[in-house]
């Protein structure tokens, strides 16, 4: 990693600290009125936004910036059996760079590995580890897919996945299923959550007074992107009565995974069947083809899949541009525990 991203990476950190009204040095809440208004913290996150743009163009090798395809990423089955298979474990790079052999042939983008990785996890070979690295379920092991345990340079620990050549052979197989995942909406595509309409007019606290039947679900999180780790506070809060719940050394390399994480670890927390809100400044995904966005699709089917669990019924409420609102209602919370 060269001197400039490291740079931007520590600058997009103090960001999305500074977004959430938190001392990026101390890591406490900041007195007084400016950060907390709410034109200079959407102004934060602006600048965030641009910074991580930054990040991934300074990353980008400089040809893919030369070259690049219009048209979305297919392949003949005449092409899919040409694909060779490798007599070794290979990477599921290898995997991608072979099948990519027939993007310049059919003038088309590449396709990603990860789009390989995020079929493999959705018919459930792969799955999340504690390493916020994908490695094989035992009936992904079954498939001939290994992994292994590795360290970077920094210290930091990852799973790497090798595939052999039965493996192989049934990614290339399921060409087809695994771009449908990616092009094509199925009717099932999509998490379900009632919304509730949230009033431009209306407080934070307001709102949530106006539904003191629900429980409500909060969350604040940073990250920082050079250690890949972060930390959340998250709410439950229900009638009148709160649970504070935080979380430390978050596998991530973005703020939203971190989020993602406390919403799930509330939702865990839940004892008895209610309804729930999850009450955010932006949209997660409910009610959104997995197409759009696979990783929030999955987040939305997580949630879901534990309220079911739980007999709760799942509700949404975005409230555009009050998250500084959110955050202080969560931080007064906080203090109010202690």
């Given at each position: 990693?060269?001197q400039e991203?490291?740079?931007?990476?520590?600058?997009?950190?103090?960001?999305?600290?500074?977004?959430n009204?938190?001392?990026?040095?101390?890591?406490?809440?900041?007195?007084?009125?400016?950060l907390?208004?709410?034109?200079?913290?959407?102004?934060?996150?602006?600048?965030?936004?641009?910074?991580?743009?930054n990040i991934c163009?300074?990353?980008?090798?400089?040809e893919r910036?030369r070259?690049?395809?219009n048209g979305?990423?297919?392949?003949?089955?005449?092409?899919?059996?040409?694909?060779?298979?490798?007599?070794?474990?290979?990477?599921?790079?290898?995997?991608?760079?072979?099948?990519?052999?027939f993007a310049?042939?059919?003038?088309?983008k590449?396709?990603?590995?990860?789009?390989?990785?995020?079929?493999?996890?959705?018919?459930?070979?792969?799955?999340q580890?504690?390493?916020?690295?994908?490695?094989?379920t035992?009936?992904g092991?079954?498939?001939?897919i290994?992994?292994?345990h590795k360290?970077?340079y920094?210290?930091?620990e990852?799973?790497?996945n090798?595939?052999?050549p039965q493996a192989?052979?049934?990614?290339?197989?399921h060409?087809?299923d695994?771009?449908?995942s990616r092009?094509?909406?199925?009717?099932?595509?999509?998490?379900p959550a009632?919304?509730?309409?949230?009033?431009?007019?209306?407080?934070?606290?307001?709102?949530?007074?106006?539904?003191?039947?629900?429980?409500f679900i909060?969350?604040?999180g940073?990250?920082?992107?050079v250690a890949s780790?972060?930390?959340?506070?998250a709410?439950?809060?229900?009638?009148?009565?709160?649970?504070?719940?935080?979380?430390?050394n978050?596998?991530?390399?973005?703020?939203?995974k971190?989020?993602?994480?406390g919403?799930l670890?509330?939702?865990?927390s839940?004892k008895a069947?209610?309804?729930?809100?999850?009450?955010s400044?932006?949209?997660?995904?409910?009610?959104?083809?997995r197409?759009?966005n696979?990783?929030s699709?999955?987040f939305c089917?997580?949630?879901?899949?534990i309220?079911?669990?739980?007999k709760?019924?799942?509700y949404?409420?975005?409230?555009?541009?009050r998250?500084?609102e959110i955050?202080?209602f969560?931080?007064?919370?906080e203090?109010?525990e202690?």
């Amino acid at each position: 990693m060269n001197q400039e991203i490291t740079k931007l990476l520590r600058a997009k950190m103090y960001m999305d600290y500074l977004a959430n009204g938190i001392d990026p040095v101390t890591n406490t809440g900041i007195d007084g009125d400016t950060l907390h208004n709410e034109k200079v913290i959407e102004c934060l996150r602006y600048v965030s936004d641009i910074l991580e743009k930054n990040i991934c163009e300074a990353e980008m090798p400089q040809e893919r910036h030369r070259s690049r395809k219009n048209g979305a990423f297919y392949i003949t089955d005449e092409q899919v059996s040409m694909l060779n298979v490798f007599t070794y474990k290979c990477k599921v790079s290898e995997l991608a760079n072979e099948i990519n052999r027939f993007a310049e042939v059919n003038s088309t983008k590449k396709m990603a590995a990860s789009l390989i990785n995020d079929w493999l996890e959705a018919e459930g070979y792969l799955c999340q580890s504690d390493l916020n690295s994908r490695i094989p379920t035992e009936k992904g092991e079954q498939l001939g897919i290994s992994y292994e345990h590795k360290t970077r340079y920094d210290g930091n620990e990852y799973y790497i996945n090798y595939y052999d050549p039965q493996a192989q052979r049934f990614v290339y197989e399921h060409i087809n299923d695994i771009l449908e995942s990616r092009y094509v909406k199925l009717e099932d595509d999509v998490v379900p959550a009632q919304a509730i309409e949230y009033p431009s007019s209306v407080r934070v606290r307001e709102f949530i007074s106006q539904h003191n039947d629900k429980c409500f679900i909060m969350t604040i999180g940073s990250c920082d992107s050079v250690a890949s780790k972060g930390s959340y506070i998250a709410v439950l809060h229900y009638k009148g009565k709160s649970k504070v719940l935080r979380g430390t050394n978050i596998p991530a390399s973005s703020s939203i995974k971190v989020i993602h994480s406390g919403l799930l670890a509330a939702a865990e927390s839940i004892k008895a069947p209610t309804d729930v809100v999850i009450l955010s400044s932006a949209p997660f995904g409910f009610n959104t083809p997995r197409y759009k966005n696979y990783k929030s699709f999955k987040f939305c089917k997580d949630i879901y899949t534990i309220l079911s669990e739980k007999k709760c019924n799942l509700y949404t409420a975005v409230c555009h541009g009050r998250g500084n609102e959110i955050a202080e209602f969560i931080r007064s919370l906080e203090v109010s525990e202690v």
